[in-house]
């Protein structure tokens, strides 16, 4: 039986042999990969680094000509209210005195921060030229505000009113405060060497040339450096040298602060008037007082609100600086790119005792 079992065991397995000898050799199929090493879909993407990047956020500095200064301050929530509207960062940096050498080395270090854009009021309109060329030539935008870098060292200048304007409405101011009868004026201005001061005091001396201002006489121009001590003491030296003397124009906002507190604080008023250009809240107690009765200013804050609305148009590529050219300003509206390369702010107010508590700057 076992023996039966084993033969018929090795008849089939012979058989099997025999059937697969004579069978046709079949083609290999080909192997697939396996799926593990196919590429995933998203992969024929490009990867995510090299996707455009958001754009990068804009940083912009305000640089005054000194800080501590209440006009500045004023304009700065000007730019800080802009800041918020158009989304962007302002910084604002500047030294504590009114001096060129410092504004320069400030705007070097700026300059390789790489901000994106600087506005600038200028302590010297030469000085600062290079510089601002600079920044420009490093893709920087630049605008000067108040006070004008040089043409070279600036794409645009936002001019807080036409000087010729300012110039006149203070010769008119201290024509009203002498009197039919005229008298001597003194100019109590910033630096010497300030731009836009030196502007309205070469225009003021063109103005006073009229026949109605015959009976005003210019005595001196001093300069108290924008510092609130200096201009008080060259305020004293000036009703020393001139007891006779009528009206004090100081054509700065520290200027004609510390010259009405020495009217006052000499208990000289409606003897000497002061007159020129000043903010409302400081000058709130001297308007009231009588020692400076009337001076006039634009609104600071919305110079600086322009002042980077303008900057933002330049650094976005919305204009590039061409006279002509038109952008809008948030609440201030359209503003034009004049051929002169400047942008107007608007003309000036007179601020008195009618109108003093009007205003919120």
């Not at 025999?18 to 396996?34: D, Y």
């Not at 201290?174 to 109590?188: M, N, V």
């Not at 609104?299 to 952008?327: C, M, Q, R, V």
Request: charged share 20%; proline share 7%; with cysteine.
């Amino acid at each position: 039986m076992k023996r039966n079992l084993l033969v018929f065991t090795l008849v089939l397995t012979i058989f099997a042999m025999l059937v697969g000898a004579c069978a046709p050799t079949a083609t290999p199929t080909p192997t697939q990969p396996p799926a593990a090493t196919q590429p995933p879909a998203e992969a024929t993407q490009p990867p995510a680094a090299t996707q455009p990047e958001a754009e990068a956020a804009r940083t912009y500095v305000l640089v005054p000509k000194n800080l501590g200064n209440p006009y500045f301050d004023t304009a700065n929530k000007g730019a800080q209210e802009a800041a918020k509207e158009l989304g962007v960062t302002v910084l604002y940096q500047g030294s504590s005195v009114a001096d060129a050498t410092e504004q320069i080395t400030l705007i070097n270090s700026l300059i390789a921060q790489k901000v994106s854009g600087l506005a600038i009021s200028a302590n010297d309109a030469d000085a600062l030229a290079p510089t601002g060329k600079a920044a420009i030539d490093a893709g920087i935008p630049v605008v000067s505000w108040d006070s004008a870098i040089a043409p070279e060292g600036r794409i645009l200048h936002i001019n807080q009113a036409d000087a010729a304007g300012i110039a006149a409405v203070q010769i008119q101011m201290a024509a009203e405060l002498a009197g039919p009868d005229g008298g001597k004026i003194a100019i109590l201005s910033a630096t010497s060497t300030a731009p836009n001061q030196n502007t309205w005091i070469a225009l003021m001396k063109e103005e006073l040339k009229k026949p109605e201002y015959a009976k005003l006489e210019l005595v001196t121009v001093v300069y108290g450096d924008d510092q609130d001590e200096k201009s008080y003491n060259e305020a004293l030296g000036l009703f020393k040298t001139y007891p006779d003397l009528k009206v004090i124009i100081a054509p700065t906002t520290v200027g004609i602060a510390a010259s009405a507190r020495a009217v006052q604080d000499q208990g000289l008023i409606g003897k000497v008037f002061v007159t020129g250009l000043g903010t409302r809240n400081q000058m709130r107690e001297y308007v009231k007082s009588g020692a400076a009765p009337k001076f006039a200013l634009w609104n600071p804050a919305d110079l600086g609100y322009l002042s980077i609305y303008a900057l933002d148009a330049l650094a976005t590529g919305t204009i590039e600086g061409k006279p002509g050219e038109k952008f809008t300003a948030g609440k201030l509206g359209e503003y034009t790119v004049l051929d002169d390369g400047s942008v107007l702010l608007g003309p000036p107010t007179v601020f008195d005792a009618n109108n003093i508590d009007q205003f919120d700057f």
